[in-house]
């Protein structure tokens, strides 16, 4: 156990927290907005990589310039989602929306290993391909690339929300969507962008890892959980919160995979899970 | 001061109207008459999933339906109940009877530990933890040499039916009549509950823990007995069903579809209403079976598609399930004011 392995696996924690942190911040946008938990985030996951893959496999299209074809369908599913299922559930009671979200959950994966077969998949040869060697710790192309690409993300969503006329319309909303609406701003077309946005970021995040990453139809249960850790980690509904929730949770299933064993790195985020929300329930940057 | 409040709302035990009473009343003859009419073993098995679903289902009515704590890891204590009774079983050669009580007492426990941390917190909160559970308890089980990790416990055989290791080959009768016991057992209990000072505290705890709490029902505790009772309800199915199947493996009994159907059928059926799952499990396990009769043989990916899109469709059309069409005065009689 040597310090280059440690800081090895702190880079690889380091990258895949990136990506984490962008997949958690889609669904943190969506919680704020309408206090819906998206439980169907992991097979939206999973339809932005089928995205890619397909986007190769038919035309040709490498997965690095297909993801703006990626992001706009993901987006289009997210208005579609909530054209078709989330507006009739909004003042529904919280048990009734988590049904409903898990229901679409179903459907979604269920259909894809009907259409597409539960095999597993990947892009050959991709554009991105290789590693670069820094110092002693070995960095994959793919991986730096996704990871690069899903933090400019991140700070793009970030100044968008805050920065933006329609960032700051979807912030009033979250606040409070009655006195938001008093003020002009229609809060159904709010929550349609704020599901756009929110599959969206997915679309990036799913888009870049179809680059190095099995595809297959269960894919997206994993990163969905560890997204819901990083939302609940850094607080419903808080964006920022996500990065750091998202960093954390990629050290510890490195670093815990590394030091004690490889096959329960679930466990590791589970344990601290529990310990950040018993001891700070609404997470580390939360408003609730 | 806090009891009397409590009596105060809660309803005479039998209050129930009496067409009803012998309605059941008929029923419950008939499904024991049932099997003496000489139906074939797939209609037997038939029974059999739905006593055991609706069990299971009943469940998670308990702690969802009526304290409003939403569990997507339940099929965590039907596996702890399946693996009690075959661990306990292969190794000891205790019988099924005593260590069906283990697995109810190990789900306790573990229903209390996760429920201390965990209940303290909000709806969505414990919903995530106990995804989590459910697939860590998944994970750790798939790794555990002890219990056969991957390829699970082959339940040793007897060489003829035997009712003291609750294995018969020859026919599905006994099993049957098993079945049918937990489930009666079950729904009497939960009927009981739900009409106790207990299941109303539950459902003040649910639908206002802030206005429960000011009547000095302590919320956090109550949510903690309703998990416990729960589990200690889906325990005994699990055990129930290894002993059905003889082969047990994590990805089987710990499978997220347990979960998944559970919430189904309660869903469906009318969540927070003690007959809801049996409603629920006696469309649903039938739709499911022939299903996997006539369209399965590539997996289980067709009755999902269905599960899910009734699930929507149930969540915005009839959030009160499909108990919502019977209108509540004929279960109920109606208050005498």
Redesign the interface.
Known sequence: MTSEIILQAIVTGLMMGLIYALIAAGLSLIFGLMEIVNFAHGEHLMLSMFSSFWLWSLFGLDPLFSIPITIILLAFCGILTHYFLIRYILKAKMLIQICATFGLSIFIRSIAQLLWTPDFRNVDKPLLEGRIEIGSVFIGQPQFYASLVCLLAFIGLYLFVTKTETGLALQATAQDRHAAEVLGIPSNKMFAIGWAIGLGCVGVAGGMMANYFFIFTDVGINFALFAFVAVALGGFGSIIGCLYAGIIIGLVESLGGLLIDPSFKLLYVFVIYLLVVIYKPQGLFGRY | MESKLITAKSEPLWNTNNKVISIVCALIVLLFALPLFGLNSFYLHLFIMIFMHAVMAQSWNVI?GFS?Q?S?GHGAFFGIGAYATSFFYMQYGITPWISIFFGMFISAIFAVLIGI??L??S???F???T???G??FQ??FQ?WDLVGAASGLWVTMTPEDSWIALQFHSSKIPYYYVFLIFFLITFFAVWLLSRSKLGYRLRAVRDDPQAALSLCINVSNYKIIAYVISAMIMAPMGSLFAQYILIIDPDRVFNIEIS?IV??IT?LGG?GNVWGPIIGASILIPISEYSRIYLGG??G??D??F??????I???FK?NGLISFIPKDILERKKQR
């Open positions: 969802a409003g939403i997507l941390p965990m303290r917190l709806g969505h909160y919903a995530i933890a995804l989590l559970i697939i860590s994970v750790v790794r998944i919430l189904l869903v969540i590539t997996g990916a067709i999902l598609i599960y899910g899109l009734i699930l929507m149930i969540c915005i959030p």
